[in-house]
């Protein structure tokens, strides 16, 4: 089948595990296959016909997933995990699949790959900028400059950021040369906000 919109090739591949039932695309679309089960209607047994049809996704955590279910038990499985198993061989049996240009909707296979747990993070951080959940603003002395989290600061200073976060905690005075405070902390005696800092 030829996608009109990028002009792609469509292809098709038996989703591992639910051979028969569904298949999935090396663009990321999910179908169900057109097949005939046995049902009863009472005691009568009579033959019943499923058409295929394309799944609609709907979203978990940020990501793209569709309910699959067989032999009556729904399943709801992350459509990036689809195309890997189906497209992408893993002979160093990966558990982790990164999404290169950093949209966890464009589930294209050209656009995914196995990986490690520590790669993942990485990429997140380093390549995507993604800041970690729970990430405080951090700000620095010198510069002036309010950072969303350590990482971002670390990586416009080209310091590690856990010292960041221990110059800014007060385990350290200073790391290189830079003072760091964490911004927007909360007076529990006064409840003002303010930043907290030790030089």
């Not at 089960?37 to 499923?50: D, L, M, P, Q, S």
């Not at 520590?118 to 510069?143: A, D, F």
């Not at 416009?156 to 905690?169: G, H, M, R």
Request: proline share 5%.
């Amino acid at each position: 089948m030829l996608n009109t919109q990028c002009n792609i090739e469509e292809i098709w591949r038996d989703i591992p595990d639910y051979e028969g039932y569904y298949e999935v695309s090396n663009l990321g679309h999910i179908r169900s296959i057109e097949r005939e089960v046995e049902a009863r209607n009472g005691k009568t047994a009579y033959k019943k016909i499923f058409k295929g049809r394309l799944l609609r996704p709907h979203y978990s955590r940020g990501y793209l997933i569709v309910s699959l279910c067989r032999n009556g038990i729904a399943h709801s499985v992350p459509i990036h995990k689809c195309v890997c198993k189906a497209f992408i061989p893993n002979p160093e049996g990966f558990t982790d699949i990164n999404h290169k240009n950093g949209d966890r909707e464009d589930n294209r296979v050209e656009n995914l790959e196995w990986c490690t747990r520590q790669y993942n993070i990485w990429h997140s951080y380093y390549v995507n900028m993604r800041e970690p959940s729970g990430s405080k603003p951090v700000l620095c002395l010198e510069t002036g400059i309010t950072y969303p989290s350590c990482m971002a600061a670390g990586r416009a200073l080209n310091i590690d950021n856990s010292a960041i976060a221990d110059v800014a905690k007060g385990v350290y005075k200073q790391m290189k040369g830079y003072h760091f405070v964490f911004v927007g902390k909360t007076d529990p005696k006064t409840g003002k906000r303010y930043a907290q800092y030790y030089m």
